[in-house]
């Protein structure tokens, strides 16, 4: 049977969905660790303990957390998807939608001047 | 290729993939084998010894998070130098890409932790379990004492050798020696205890049962290394055009009679391979490239009288008698990029000022006016020396003359010191009005190039209508 490939009016392809749900997700995520880490942090005594050669204001220090807390999420739930995505199919433990383990045999069966003796 | 209807059924102990996924791989010997020993060696011993060996009295690698001072190899690195940490990842990052073009997964075969603490691990398990067939018979056999007594033996050893891992891990974040001397007095903190049982369970699960399953499902290396790969990249390969077709063979048999290649499908490659694959399939993501194919299969073919390298270390062009190229666009830019970041990170080094200071106003009060028609501004000098010896330092103002300067105290810092010190800045009333900005040199007084310009705000009354 040959697999229909025309989009489907409404449904999102897997790459569109895999993109909406780790760009969301992430976001959500970043939302909840900001809100968590400047809950018990004061950004004004940011200034003092800054290494970098330029003053951070309170909004920038707000933003610069979010964006970073947004980047972390981006990138490890975005390798996840990848890399469930480009791993094994479903099932390979089991055989399934993965070639069959390769063949092993005694390599003296066919081969009688081998001798296993030399290969612990 | 009979792949299809080989249900893979355990007989004479040999194939026990299906039924038993656990992979036995068969121990091989030769020249990419001892490579990987002598890089077992080298890269553990360093891993081991470093924290035991003192440069300048001081660890010779210790990263002191709670100080936030980085030591490695007789330089200090401070918190404002992380840049050159970050450089430092990029260009490790880099040589990873480059010498992946080049050469494939040399990381993944010698020098990745997983391989180098596994093959520990195996070592371990050969020595008390015994060989391939019988750690297979060790397994499947009844809980007799010899089991249960091998078994522990090789659970002890694996334990103890992941515990000390973990300290030593431990060791490169935490002085080694008072750890140690911690462990023997049963005083260590609980963050110690915490890192030290938590890196040597890792190190026991990942080397001990997860070993090449890491590779095959976790790693993400594995899954992007091929984007560095083209057709010239040293990859590992199977000689399809020399070994096809496969088959059984007596040694003098003529193979053209026969009708058969050069592979007489011993299967051994297969049987060594760690992670359970069959490099006559081509080029896999399982595939590490530990070479261990390669050993096996060239030991066979001297035992057949046939020339090595029926599996072998090869490029795609090669294969396919193209003609080659180990110079190519993909390797210059590498190595540019590499070149550059690497040189740009030991030029900043070598020629970062060994001086912090920073200016911070009193937040409590705007300025004082005093007698004689000048201005008092004041401010907390944070000044840092990371010199590894004591300074003197001088302050000069540079872009008016008439300001005073009064210090709470002079400027001596011991090596690695940091102080915070009061300074007033008395500027006249005729230096301006509002905000001006005073530049303030702090220099050593026997190093000039030990010098610092920080810029300090100062708050002078406005006087409207007036003068």
């Known amino acids: ?120 | 290729m009979s792949k299809k209807s080989s249900p893979g059924l355990p007989e004479a102990g040999e194939s026990l993939y299906r039924k038993e996924p656990k992979i036995y791989p068969r121990q091989v010997t030769g020249r990419f084998a001892r490579l990987r020993v002598i890089a077992v060696w080298v890269l553990l011993g360093l891993y081991y010894l470093l924290p035991w060996i003192n440069i300048n009295g001081k660890q010779s690698v210790l990263f002191d998070l709670p100080a936030r001072k980085f030591y490695i190899f007789g330089l200090t690195f401070w918190p404002q130098d992380f840049v050159y940490l970050a450089l430092l990842m990029i260009s490790a990052g880099l040589t990873l890409f480059f010498f992946t073009a080049l050469a494939g997964r040399l990381w993944c075969g010698f020098a990745c932790p997983q391989t180098v603490w596994t093959e520990v691990f195996i070592w371990i398990e050969r020595w008390v379990e015994g060989d391939r067939q019988k750690r297979m018979k060790l397994d499947n056999s009844a809980w007799t004492k010899e089991k249960i007594l091998r078994k522990s033996a090789k659970q002890v050893l694996w334990v103890l050798f992941a515990a000390w891992t973990g300290f030593t891990f431990v060791g490169f974040f935490s002085p080694i020696r008072e750890l140690g001397a911690g462990i023997m007095h049963f005083s260590l903190g609980p963050w110690e205890t915490f890192w030290t049982i938590f890196y040597g369970f890792a190190t026991y699960g990942n080397a001990g049962f997860l070993r090449e399953q890491v590779c095959k499902y976790m790693c993400p290396y594995a899954r992007f290394q091929s984007a560095m790969f083209d057709k010239d990249t040293l990859i590992i390969s199977y000689d399809a055009d020399r070994g096809e077709p496969r088959g059984g063979r007596r040694k003098n048999d003529d193979l053209n009679e026969k009708g058969l290649g050069d592979c007489i499908n011993c299967t051994l490659c297969v049987q060594v391979c760690p992670t359970g694959i069959d490099i006559r399939d081509g080029l896999q993501y399982e595939c590490i490239a530990c070479a261990a194919c390669i050993d096996v299969c060239d030991q066979v073919m001297d035992k057949m009288d046939y020339p090595r390298g029926l599996v072998r270390y090869t490029t795609e062009h090669a294969l396919k008698h193209k003609q080659g190229h180990v110079v190519r666009p993909r390797i210059i830019v590498y190595g540019l990029l590499l070149l550059i970041i690497i040189s740009g990170t030991l030029w900043g080094m070598t020629h970062r000022v060994p001086l912090r200071a920073d200016l911070i106003r009193d937040r409590n009060a705007l300025y004082r006016e005093l007698p004689g028609d000048l201005i008092e501004n004041v401010y907390t000098l944070k000044i840092t020396n990371m010199d590894n010896a004591p300074h003197h330092y001088d302050i000069t103002v540079l872009n008016n003359e008439s300001v005073e300067i009064d210090m709470s105290s002079p400027l001596f810092l011991q090596a690695e010191e940091v102080q915070g010190i009061s300074v007033r800045l008395r500027i006249p009333k005729s230096a301006g009005q509002g905000v001006q900005t005073i530049d303030l040199q702090i220099q050593a007084k026997d190093d000039p190039s030990i010098n610092k310009l920080v810029k300090a705000k100062a708050m002078m009354p406005l006087n409207f209508g007036s003068q």
């Open chain 1, 1 to 120: 049977m040959k697999k229909d490939k025309r989009p489907i009016a409404g449904r999102w392809s897997r790459q569109k969905r895999d993109i909406g749900t780790i760009v969301w997700i992430s976001f959500l995520a970043a939302c909840i660790g900001t809100f968590v880490i400047f809950a018990v942090m004061d950004v004004d005594a940011l200034n003092d303990a800054w290494v970098l050669p330029w003053e951070i204001g309170s909004r920038l220090a707000y933003s610069l957390g979010f964006l970073f807390l947004f980047i972390v999420s981006l990138i490890a739930s975005g390798l996840t998807v990848f890399m469930i995505r480009t791993g094994p199919r479903r099932g390979h433990a089991r055989g399934k939608g993965h070639p069959p383990p390769p063949e092993i045999r005694s390599p003296e069966d066919d081969n009688p001047d081998l001798d296993l003796g030399d290969w612990k």
